[in-house]
């Protein structure tokens, strides 16, 4: 062997160790990665705004992969979580899910059933009357004689509200062609008596009207008397 073909295996030699060398380099650097980052696993990010207390639907998140080590111990992993959950608060687009955004759907308690009526958009909800929501229920009633005054009554007094659907077309109820309104289906977690008095108020009274009051309150006037009002008190 020449000193030509020495030097040829000898820079032969020099790159397969510096190809080794690299190879040798790049796996350290892919443990070094691997070992920052870890396995993988199932997150969900919120697609768009989803309203305090509504309910919550597969369709509204959208699934990703990062980094186990990277995810709180609340992310929710499995949209399984979410079957009969409404949001505690608003969630915001592009937010991870968390389990602490999310709490279980206000239930019947014992004794109670779930009614749910039409509610007129204008006049009782406003946007502001979501599930657990505490409300009275009001009813105006016009005179049955004439001559006798229209009546406001409270029929239910601290109602909780079990969910509240979407808003819906309906027909004018003077019977105006072409006029139409918007009311919102809002189900109520009452007792047989309280049931009773809603569903005759929504088929006799004009108007039926929420009001939202403090939970802790209850809702109910001192003097039950004050369940009724005519306009003669306020003469």
């Known amino acids: 062997m020449n000193s030509r073909q020495r030097r040829g295996?000898?820079?032969?030699?020099?790159?397969?160790?510096?190809?080794?060398?690299a190879f040798a380099g790049v796996l350290a650097v892919i443990s070094d990665v691997n070992s920052k980052v870890g396995p993988e696993t199932t997150a969900y990010r919120i697609k768009?705004?989803?309203?305090?207390?509504?309910a919550l639907r597969p369709?509204?998140?959208?699934k990703i992969s990062m980094p186990k080590r990277w995810l709180s111990a609340t992310a929710v992993t499995d949209l399984r979580q979410i079957e009969g959950k409404i949001a505690v608060t608003e969630l915001k687009a592009g937010s991870l899910l968390q389990t602490?955004?999310?709490?279980?759907?206000?239930?019947?308690?014992?004794?109670q059933q779930e009614i749910a009526i039409m509610i007129d958009a204008a006049t009782g909800v406003?946007?502001?009357?979501?599930?657990?929501?505490?409300?009275?229920?009001?009813?105006?009633?016009?005179?049955?004689?004439?001559?006798?005054?229209?009546q406001?009554?409270?029929?239910?007094?601290?109602?909780?509200?079990?969910?509240?659907?979407?808003?819906?077309p309906i027909g004018d109820s003077a019977g105006r062609a072409g006029r139409t309104n918007e009311a919102v289906p809002i189900s109520f977690a009452?007792?047989?008596?309280?049931?009773?008095?809603?569903?005759?108020?929504?088929?006799?009274?004009?108007?039926?009207?929420?009001?939202?009051?403090?939970?802790?309150?209850?809702?109910?006037?001192?003097?039950?008397?004050?369940?009724?009002?005519t306009l003669e008190k306020d003469k």
């Open 126 to 150: 406003a946007g502001k009357i979501n599930a657990g929501a505490t409300v009275n229920i009001y009813a105006t009633f016009s005179g049955d004689k004439k001559g006798e005054a229209a």
């Open 59 to 62: 369709n509204q998140f959208e």
């Open 9 to 21: 295996v000898i820079l032969l030699l020099l790159s397969v160790l510096c190809a080794l060398g």
């Open 48 to 54: 768009s705004d989803v309203d305090p207390y509504a």
């Open 190 to 229: 009452l007792s047989t008596l309280d049931a009773q008095r809603v569903a005759y108020a929504e088929s006799f009274a004009e108007h039926v009207r929420l009001a939202l009051v403090a939970p802790t309150t209850g809702g109910a006037p001192a003097d039950q008397r004050d369940r009724t009002y």
């Open 152 to 168: 406001s009554r409270m029929i239910v007094a601290g109602a909780r509200v079990l969910d509240v659907g979407k808003l819906t």
């Open 100 to 111: 602490d955004m999310i709490v279980e759907r206000p239930a019947l308690q014992p004794g």
